[in-house]
């Protein structure tokens, strides 16, 4: 199995920034794409963005130019860095992680936990 752990929520002031990290750890064969969804009260789970392996990323249109997306492979870390934050990005920010584990030949979702993110002053 794969097991991803956020870090990094909290509450922030609006136009302030915020850094989530996400560890995957366990039986970990090979991770194609890590990325960062976010579920507000009463929304629907919405991506937030990605990142492929080789290291192409893709946002939404809501945090173009305000958020990055990076990782470091050889820690198995995707990281969510957050600048000029809005109230409306207020939201539980989930991990996702493709990957494959040795225990199982496919390509599966592996979701983190969740994080609370609070933008407020």
């Known amino acids: 199995q794969v097991q991803p752990v956020e870090s990094g929520g909290g509450l922030v002031q609006p136009g302030g920034s915020l850094r989530l990290a996400c560890v995957a750890s366990?039986?970990?064969?090979?991770?194609?794409?890590m990325g960062w969804y976010r579920q507000a009260p009463g929304k629907q789970r919405e991506l937030v963005g990605d990142?492929?392996?080789?290291?192409?990323?893709n946002y939404a249109d809501s945090v173009k130019g305000r958020f990055t997306i990076s990782r470091d492979n050889a820690k198995n870390t995707v990281y969510l860095q957050m600048n000029s934050l809005k109230p409306e990005d207020t939201a539980v920010y989930y991990c996702?992680?493709?990957?494959?584990?040795?225990?199982?030949?496919?390509?599966?979702?592996?979701w983190g936990q969740g994080t609370q993110v609070t933008v407020s002053s």
């Open positions: 996702n992680i493709h990957a494959r584990s040795y225990w199982y030949s496919q390509f599966i979702d592996y």
């Open positions: 366990g039986s970990i064969f090979s991770i194609e794409t």
């Open positions: 990142i492929t392996s080789g290291g192409s990323t």
